[in-house]
């Protein structure tokens, strides 16, 4: 075989060699803590069975973003802090058209995927710098930044936001 040959021969392997590793370096790890968050459906990195399974740790090692607006829930504007929606769905891989949120109770909205990407909605782990417990909404609150812009302070934004949020379902 010619030497150029074989070289192009030897970085095609290495290069091969690299991609594999490279995708090994992003799986999604396993949850150390609690689960409290898993996303279904149209994932490409589970980390159990079919699912992406977040523990608080997770989500809170992920960019955290912030920001303050009032709601219908509040008397006052609250500050929101977790992750964007959109980086949570990046790191399970997931990918769709309509997204399903489930709360605690089984309180379930439909959100178009389109919204993840359109908007900053943010999977509030805190809200005033504090955790929530589960009787102030948490421990994950799904919320648009309804102050952004004024087509998000409508029912139909306020109705797709999820507290006590336990589950996405990908469709």
Not at 14 to 31: C, I, N, Q, R, V
Not at 47 to 71: E, G, H, I, K, W
Not at 134 to 153: H, I, M, N, T, W
């Amino acid at each position: 075989m010619p030497v150029s040959t074989r070289h192009c021969h030897l970085q095609a392997l290495a290069l091969s060699t690299l991609l594999l590793f490279s995708g090994l370096s992003l799986a999604l790890d396993k949850p150390i803590g609690p689960a409290v968050l898993s996303i279904s459906g149209l994932v490409t990195q589970p980390n159990m069975q079919q699912q992406a399974v977040f523990d608080m740790a997770m989500l809170q090692a992920l960019p955290q973003r912030s920001f303050t607006t009032q709601t219908p829930w509040y008397a006052e504007p609250a500050t929101f802090t977790g992750p964007l929606l959109r980086d949570v769905l990046d790191t399970a891989g997931a990918k769709g058209e309509g997204i399903t949120a489930i709360a605690l109770n089984d309180y379930r909205t439909e959100i178009p995927f389109s919204d993840a990407i359109k908007y900053d909605l943010i999977v509030a782990i805190l809200m005033n710098g504090q955790p929530m417990p589960v009787r102030e909404k948490g421990p994950l609150f799904l919320v648009y930044p309804f102050d952004s812009k004024a087509e998000l302070q409508a029912a139909t934004f306020y109705n797709r936001s999820a507290w006590q949020l336990r589950a996405l379902q990908i469709k």
